[in-house]
């Protein structure tokens, strides 16, 4: 019998006479020593499937729950809270998406993880001796060289992967045998997430865990799982073996997110395959299959009987039109030669650009106890050039110094040394010289995150008409055309223009926010990591925007990113940045095929492809 049975699982909402079914019918089975992935885009009901799991859904919001979900034969779903709560840590541990979300700010390490503890003492003090010597056991586990000192940290003080791996030690302090994680390697960089992913595989193999992985990312499945469930909507269109999965899927949906996955060597110079469209909202009334209305693969049956998983070899998969055979992606493409066209002027000049930060750690000792000051170069030396209409991809890992030299370039931040020029304005030591507003228009950005960069407060339409109307004279009939005119450019209908940011979906408010740049008609636009948080389908979608508008404005482009895969598809050239130091430039063809620099393959080794490792397909390790 297997570890954790979910059988015929439904949630759903109460929202007036109708509830709004979040997850329907789902059964999925998970054994000892297992990982299963759960994949599938942004609404396909991943994260309440887990929550679900563990209960916790019920403290968001009031949930109407049938059928089974079965842990050793116990039904949690039939366990009153008192009993319920015993489970968690004890039985079930749990990995959230963001770490510092998810510890307390307010205290130190060790004392997080002595709190998660369940000790076998009998007095105080001996069972606080036993939670913190396993808590140490567990940092010391997890990857920390020195435990007592990260024992006594706060969460801010460490790196993300760092607070990720204290979030993993945590969930094991009480020996769990199910860990449940909900996407805990977003917006790490690859080589980060290729550390958190090893440390799982670790982890779990020595406690002989099950573990229930959720992730949108193909690649990330590929490394980990030994299953792979795709959900859709609510519903499980297909599960199996992930090599199964993977090497040749089943269902149109997940041939689709195969397809959907960049790949190191792979151009893509027409655009990223996106999946048109977007899952449809929870409680939509769709008869068939509902994946039906973005598949070109639909037959009759598809628009009117929703289909039933049958088994198909070792794989489930419910599809009328199931495909078959691996997926076909395009062949390497050949080193670029220089066009006539990359010897145009630049539009950008970095020349040996320094930042230089001051700070104060250690002590000097003496009465005062006066803390050194030290200086740190976030950006050290740096020179590079982009031409009108070039797309120059920036990655390195973090703390490399990539957003710091793209505040930079965007007048932000000034350089400690060295000088920028954008279309022949200066910005140096001293500031930008000439006008300010001329700059503004001419260099715009696009931040990491659209939920943050976004005012909550505001409409869409006042958000793209802000820069308008602080460096045009359009006002406004005129005004009110241009940002329609936007909205229309970036793919979204004139009907969001006066919904707020939380009203739309995130691949959305990414398209506002790009509208927004685009809005003073800039020449050179900065994208610090834009596509991190997005599905792989949305992120395509959001690519092929960036890719259409350089083309049709001329725009340049230092897009930001930690994705190898995703940059060396799009890129026209790109610089590998270490420790503030640009070590490596040169055409995506050069660097998948002979990359130059130690550290450009350290990063091309870490980078996670969609082909199985052999494990995943009963091979040993």
């Given at each position: 019998m297997?570890?954790?049975?979910?059988?015929r699982?439904s949630?759903?909402?109460?929202?007036?006479e109708?509830?709004?079914?979040?997850?329907h019918?789902?059964?999925?089975?998970l054994d000892?020593?297992?990982?299963?992935?759960?994949?599938g885009?942004?609404g396909?009901?991943?994260?309440?499937?887990?929550?679900?799991?563990i209960r916790?859904?019920?403290f968001?919001?009031?949930?109407?729950?049938?059928?089974?979900v079965?842990?050793?034969?116990?039904?949690?779903?039939?366990l009153?809270?008192?009993?319920?709560?015993?489970f968690?840590?004890?039985?079930?541990?749990?990995?959230?998406?963001?770490?510092?979300?998810?510890l307390n700010?307010?205290?130190r390490i060790g004392?997080?993880?002595?709190e998660?503890y369940e000790?076998?003492?009998?007095?105080?003090g001996?069972a606080?001796?036993?939670?913190?010597?396993?808590?140490?056991?567990?940092?010391?586990?997890v990857?920390?060289s020195d435990?007592?000192r990260?024992a006594n940290?706060?969460?801010?003080?460490?790196?993300?992967?760092m607070?990720?791996r204290?979030?993993i030690?945590?969930?094991?302090?009480?020996?769990?045998?199910?860990?449940?994680?909900d996407?805990p390697?977003?917006?790490?960089d690859?080589?980060?997430?290729?550390?958190?992913?090893?440390?799982?595989?670790?982890?779990?193999?020595?406690?002989?865990?099950?573990?229930?992985?959720?992730?949108?990312?193909?690649?990330?499945?590929?490394?980990?799982a030994d299953?792979?469930?795709v959900?859709?909507?609510?519903?499980?269109?297909?599960?199996?073996?992930?090599?199964?999965?993977?090497?040749s899927?089943?269902?149109?949906?997940t041939?689709a997110?195969?397809?959907?996955?960049?790949?190191v060597g792979?151009?893509?110079?027409?655009?990223?395959p996106?999946?048109t469209?977007?899952?449809p909202e929870?409680g939509?009334?769709?008869p068939?299959?509902?994946?039906?209305?973005?598949?070109?693969?639909?037959?009759?049956?598809c628009t009117?009987?929703?289909?039933?998983?049958i088994?198909?070899g070792p794989?489930?998969v419910?599809?009328?039109?199931p495909?078959?055979?691996?997926?076909?992606?395009?062949?390497?493409?050949?080193?670029?030669a220089?066009?006539e066209?990359?010897?145009?002027?630049?539009?950008?000049?970095v020349?040996?650009?320094?930042?230089?930060?001051v700070t104060r750690?250690?002590?000097s000792?003496g009465l005062?106890?006066?803390?050194?000051?030290?200086r740190?170069?976030?950006v050290?030396?740096?020179?590079?050039?982009?031409?009108?209409?070039?797309?120059f991809?920036?990655?390195?890992?973090?703390?490399?110094?990539?957003?710091t030299?793209?505040q930079?370039?965007?007048?932000l931040?000034?350089p400690t040394e060295?000088?920028?020029?954008v279309?022949g304005?200066?910005?140096?030591?001293?500031?930008l010289?000439?006008?300010t507003?001329?700059?503004r228009r001419?260099?715009q950005?696009?931040?990491q995150?659209?939920?943050?960069?976004?005012d909550?407060?505001h409409?869409?339409?006042?958000?793209i008409?802000?820069?308008?109307?602080?460096?045009?004279?359009l006002r406004?009939?005129?005004?009110?055309?241009?940002v329609?005119?936007?909205?229309d450019?970036?793919g979204l209908?004139?009907?969001?223009?006066?919904r707020?940011?939380?009203q739309?979906?995130g691949?959305?408010r990414?398209?506002?926010?790009?509208?927004?740049?685009?809005?003073?008609?800039?020449?050179?636009?900065?994208?610090?990591?834009?596509?991190?948080?997005?599905?792989?389908?949305?992120?395509g979608q959001v690519?092929?925007?960036?890719?259409?508008?350089?083309?049709e404005?001329d725009?340049?482009?230092?897009?930001?990113t930690?994705n190898?895969?995703?940059?060396?598809?799009?890129?026209?050239?790109?610089?590998?940045?270490?420790?503030g130091?640009?070590?490596?430039?040169a055409?995506p063809?050069?660097?998948?095929?002979?990359p130059?620099?130690?550290?450009?393959?350290?990063?091309?080794?870490?980078?996670?492809?969609i082909t199985?490792?052999?494990?995943a397909?009963?091979s040993?390790?």
């Amino acid at each position: 019998m297997s570890l954790l049975e979910i059988d015929r699982l439904s949630v759903a909402v109460p929202t007036g006479e109708v509830d709004t079914e979040l997850v329907h019918e789902l059964s999925l089975s998970l054994d000892s020593g297992q990982t299963l992935c759960v994949v599938g885009e942004s609404g396909s009901g991943k994260t309440v499937t887990v929550l679900s799991v563990i209960r916790l859904l019920e403290f968001v919001t009031p949930v109407r729950t049938t059928g089974e979900v079965r842990l050793d034969d116990v039904d949690l779903n039939g366990l009153d809270a008192a009993r319920m709560r015993s489970f968690r840590g004890r039985r079930i541990g749990m990995v959230f998406q963001e770490a510092l979300d998810s510890l307390n700010p307010a205290q130190r390490i060790g004392a997080q993880l002595v709190e998660a503890y369940e000790p076998g003492g009998t007095r105080r003090g001996e069972a606080r001796a036993e939670a913190l010597a396993r808590a140490l056991d567990l940092l010391r586990e997890v990857g920390f060289s020195d435990p007592r000192r990260v024992a006594n940290l706060y969460p801010h003080q460490l790196s993300g992967g760092m607070q990720q791996r204290v979030m993993i030690a945590m969930a094991l302090m009480a020996g769990p045998d199910l860990l449940l994680a909900d996407e805990p390697t977003t917006a790490l960089d690859v080589t980060t997430q290729a550390e958190i992913l090893r440390l799982f595989r670790t982890v779990q193999r020595e406690h002989r865990m099950a573990c229930v992985f959720i992730t949108h990312d193909m690649g990330v499945a590929a490394e980990i799982a030994d299953r792979i469930a795709v959900l859709y909507a609510g519903r499980l269109v297909e599960s199996g073996p992930a090599a199964e999965v993977l090497n040749s899927p089943r269902h149109r949906y997940t041939r689709a997110l195969v397809e959907c996955v960049p790949q190191v060597g792979v151009r893509r110079v027409d655009g990223l395959p996106a999946i048109t469209g977007s899952v449809p909202e929870a409680g939509a009334l769709l008869p068939g299959c509902r994946f039906a209305p973005r598949c070109a693969h639909t037959v009759d049956r598809c628009t009117t009987e929703e289909p039933p998983p049958i088994a198909v070899g070792p794989v489930e998969v419910a599809c009328w039109n199931p495909g078959s055979g691996p997926v076909e992606l395009p062949p390497p493409a050949p080193v670029e030669a220089l066009a006539e066209a990359d010897l145009a002027e630049p539009l950008l000049e970095v020349k040996d650009v320094r930042r230089t930060f001051v700070t104060r750690s250690g002590r000097s000792g003496g009465l005062l106890g006066l803390r050194k000051r030290e200086r740190l170069a976030a950006v050290d030396g740096v020179s590079l050039s982009i031409r009108p209409g070039e797309f120059f991809g920036l990655v390195g890992e973090s703390g490399s110094g990539k957003t710091t030299l793209g505040q930079i370039v965007a007048a932000l931040d000034h350089p400690t040394e060295g000088t920028v020029s954008v279309a022949g304005q200066l910005h140096t030591a001293r500031g930008l010289e000439g006008d300010t507003t001329a700059f503004r228009r001419t260099v715009q950005l696009v931040f990491q995150d659209p939920q943050s960069s976004l005012d909550p407060r505001h409409t869409v339409g006042r958000i793209i008409a802000e820069p308008l109307r602080e460096l045009t004279s359009l006002r406004g009939p005129a005004l009110r055309k241009r940002v329609e005119r936007l909205l229309d450019e970036v793919g979204l209908a004139k009907t969001v223009i006066d919904r707020i940011p939380a009203q739309i979906s995130g691949g959305q408010r990414q398209r506002v926010a790009i509208a927004r740049a685009l809005a003073p008609e800039p020449r050179l636009i900065v994208a610090d990591e834009p596509t991190s948080a997005l599905d792989v389908s949305v992120q395509g979608q959001v690519m092929n925007l960036l890719l259409d508008l350089r083309r049709e404005h001329d725009l340049g482009f230092l897009f930001i990113t930690h994705n190898l895969s995703l940059i060396l598809s799009v890129a026209d050239r790109v610089g590998v940045m270490k420790d503030g130091k640009l070590v490596e430039v040169a055409t995506p063809a050069e660097i998948a095929a002979a990359p130059g620099h130690e550290y450009t393959r350290s990063l091309l080794a870490a980078n996670p492809g969609i082909t199985p490792p052999a494990r995943a397909a009963g091979s040993p390790e």
